[in-house]
């Protein structure tokens, strides 16, 4: 029974995403959706990639070990959309682009355009194949199938969920997942208080050695880090700044901004409290705490109600995953190959191929068992599209008339490589 209530929910909820992509005509509507994006469009695209498998069960299984300091990632999210709506927003709506590289070309020229995107692409891939194998995990639970043909189905679900409609799904899925995101971890957290009889008791009762009511338990300099790389990973992100330049105008950009920074905190602080909850209670999971939110809603909650909430973690993981593809997306077809050298109706079909490809290559890496490695070069990522994009974008915005001093345009280039040896030096 819990297999067909499994796939009869998620087969309701990718038909609802297959129906948004009906009005998908352009490549415009594809990636800006037309840029007609109200304030709350803009959050869901927002939230709907932001928060994923690592803002709810990565924050569940880090809370089980080190407590708040769990809390960062939504937090760095928060900081990073906030900094968003207050200093980015305008600039980078009143430019009408499309890309990042696009914006930061304007500045440094038309090669370092393609140069950074191209760099920021590969970063953004890494991430797109820990989705993957994060939603192929959930399908294993409930199917009991292997990494590979979980994953196939995960990369097919994902190729639905964002070659569809584009911006459009990506937005829907979204506001789906915003609902979703405080289903799932307010209702968690109500069990957990109750069931531990409030949250004094159960933080009375967590063990000695771990300072579990602060940010920095792992230790500050690491959570530091940890922080700001968060901030400048969401600054340097297509799919992020594309959600703003799809808005209807500045107003509705950073509204959109300031609403994402103001939901997301609370759902990590949700996740916090089911891990210290599950430290104290359920002790026997420490070897396997990455399972920790998928055990406590199997625990704790009826089997249909079950069913239903791992279907809502699915489609929160893939809605990460697809808005993450929609950003390599945009960055290949207008940065790399050039937008509009065909009709509307080849262009559309070309950025649908990107994306096809994109997927078949992310599902041959788990083929290939690259599975850990990719996972250790996680946050080389985070410093790669910070080096190739955060730094210029930071100079275009702040101090553009810097950009046209030719040490500065040499030291553009150059900062993403020496990023790059020292993290291999390293490894």
């Known amino acids: 029974m819990d297999k067909i209530i499994f796939t009869f929910t998620l087969l309701f909820f990718t038909l609802l995403v297959l129906n948004t992509g009906r009005n998908t005509k352009s490549s415009s509507d594809f990636s800006l959706g037309g840029r007609q994006a109200m304030s709350f469009s803009v959050t869901a695209t927002i939230v709907g990639t932001m928060v994923g498998g ?71 891939f890494i991430h797109i194949i820990a989705q993957i194998l994060a939603s192929a995990a959930i399908i294993m639970i409930i199917f009991n199938l292997n990494l590979k ?82 901030v400048i990973g969401v600054l340097a992100t297509q799919t992020y700044l594309q959600a703003i330049f799809s808005a209807k105008n500045v107003k509705e950009a950073r509204k959109g901004a300031f609403i994402s920074a103001a939901i997301i905190p609370p759902i990590g602080l949700f996740g916090v409290f089911v891990g210290m909850y599950l430290r104290v209670y359920h002790p026997e999971i ?11 809603i199997q625990q704790y909650f009826p089997g249909i109600l079950s069913d239903i909430l791992m279907v809502f973690m699915l489609i929160i993981i893939l809605g990460t995953g697809s808005g993450l593809c929609l950003g390599i997306i945009t960055n290949i077809y207008n940065d790399v190959l050039g937008a509009g050298k065909f009709s509307e109706k080849y262009d559309i079909l070309k950025m649908r191929v990107i994306g096809t490809a994109l997927l078949m290559m992310a599902f ?60 291999f030096i390293h490894f």
Request: hydrophobic share 50%; with cysteine; proline share 3%.
């Open 149 to 230: 043909t979980a994953s196939f189905f995960s990369t097919i679900l994902l190729g639905i969920f964002v070659l569809s409609g584009g911006i459009k799904s990506t937005a829907f899925v979204g506001k789906i997942k915003i609902f979703m995101l405080y289903i799932l971890t307010f209702g968690c957290f109500l069990i957990a208080l109750v069931k531990g009889n409030g949250l004094n008791n159960v933080i009375s009762q967590l063990p000695e050695g771990t300072k579990w009511l602060s940010l920095f338990s792992y230790g500050s300099k690491k959570a530091s880090i940890d922080l700001v790389s968060m």
């Open 364 to 423: 041959f890496v788990v083929l290939a068992e690259l599975n850990n490695t990719i996972l250790e070069w996680s946050y080389l990522s985070m410093g790669l599209r910070g080096s190739a994009t955060f730094i210029p974008l930071i100079m275009c915005i702040f101090i553009p008339g810097i950009t046209k001093n030719l040490y500065i345009r040499a030291v553009v280039y150059i900062l993403p490589l020496i990023y790059l040896a020292a993290s």
């Open 54 to 124: 690592a803002s709810t069960i990565g924050t569940v299984q880090m809370a089980y070990t080190y407590g708040l300091a769990a809390w960062i990632f939504t937090l760095g999210c928060s900081i990073a959309c906030l900094l968003l709506g207050l200093f980015f927003a305008a600039p980078m709506r009143n430019r009408d682009t499309i890309t990042i590289s696009e914006y930061i070309g304007h500045y440094f020229g038309k090669n370092f355009r393609k140069y950074s995107s191209i760099l920021t692409s590969a970063g953004i």
């Open 286 to 296: 420490a070897s396997s705490n990455t399972a920790a939110l998928p055990f406590f």
